[in-house]
């Protein structure tokens, strides 16, 4: 896969022009004897772009808001490189997406920024869902061998942003963060909040139209995804290419997710992005079928708001389920 130019941390030179203004100024006012408070916006860093777009609305231009994970990496794993790491230099608030998705975000921004800095996780206040037994790995009577040690700990499926209306849960949680970061703005920021779920709901209605032009609803998706996609709109998965995102599926399994492609004659075949996508097709040419890309994570080109990422996966959807 070619690697898009992130989109997502924008803000490097703005900083650093705002790191010698705030350092001119402390001279400044010392010397006048003034006050040393610097006019610095706190700053906040998201794990997954999804998420941060959501967030870097609601936050207005009160805070700086930084996305950790570059666009086009798997949301599974993160190691940054040190410039990476030194532009989360000043986080003071971390957002994750948590259920056991994205524990690197702590570990990265206390080593950028310190051991105080809190992350909040919005998965717990959403209503989970568990991943099905087939997003698991678990096709049938057999498994792939490294299946059940992947998404362990009672199968909670972290990937909630797929489902607008999960997403509109986690707008609070957001909202009374950031408030207690920046008290003043408290008023702007429910009132930002408030519209960005207006926003999430209208997408939702969209999706949802879109949604009655499907008439197929059988999925094999690369990896546990978009269950809660499917959940929401209808789908069904019965199978994933790779139950763990980043290891390659045995070849066994493969003939697994052959077979049930082959039983499932309508269902439709997807990659992803950010994921090596020739287990799938392998399993495209074993089973003669075409494949399509679907998009968890966007932040790429005509994928750079969440909406605009969400509406680009119906259009593949529109594509591959007609
Ligand atoms: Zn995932």
Do not use: N
């Not at 299946?147 to 209306?165: S, T």
């Not at 970061?181 to 949802?208: T, Y």
């Not at 996609?229 to 390659?248: I, K, M, Q, S, W």
């Amino acid at each position: 896969m070619s690697h898009r130019q992130p989109i997502c941390l924008t803000s490097g030179p703005r900083r650093s022009w705002r790191r010698w203004a705030a350092l001119w100024l402390a001279l400044f006012t010392s010397a006048c004897g003034g006050s040393s408070t610097t006019p610095t916006r706190p700053t906040v860093a998201v794990s997954i772009f999804p998420v941060f777009d959501v967030v870097r609305r609601i936050a207005g231009d009160r805070f700086e808001v930084l996305c950790v994970l570059p666009p086009g990496r798997t949301e599974h794993s993160y190691e940054p490189t040190p410039r990476e790491l030194a532009a989360l230099a000043e986080t003071d608030l971390a957002f994750a997406v948590g259920l056991e998705l994205d524990g690197w975000l702590t570990r990265v921004v206390r080593s950028a920024a310190g051991d105080d800095v809190r992350t909040v996780e919005l998965g717990p206040s959403i209503e989970p869902r568990r991943f099905t037994p087939a997003e698991l790995g678990i096709i049938g009577e057999s498994h792939d061998e490294h299946g059940h040690d992947g998404h362990h700990h009672g199968a909670i499926d972290p990937h909630f942003w797929m489902d607008p209306l999960r997403m509109e849960r986690a707008i609070d949680p957001i909202v009374e963060a950031l408030v207690a970061l920046d008290p003043e703005d408290a008023a702007g920021l429910r009132a930002r909040g408030e519209a960005e779920k207006a926003s999430l709901r209208e997408l939702h209605a969209a999706i949802e139209g879109a949604s009655q032009r499907w008439r197929r609803r059988d999925v094999v998706t690369f990896h546990g995804s978009f269950g809660y996609f499917a959940d929401r709109y209808r789908l069904r998965v019965v199978a994933v290419v790779e139950p763990l995102p980043g290891r390659e599926p045995t070849p066994r399994y493969v003939e697994e997710v052959v077979r049930a492609l082959r039983a499932a004659e309508s269902a439709a075949l997807f990659y992803e992005p950010q994921l090596d996508p020739r287990p799938a097709r392998i399993v495209a040419r074993e089973a003669g079928r075409t494949i399509h890309e679907l998009d968890p994570l966007g932040g790429t080109e005509g994928r750079d708001s969440y909406e605009a990422l969400l509406l680009h996966d119906v259009a593949v959807l529109d594509e591959a389920l007609r």
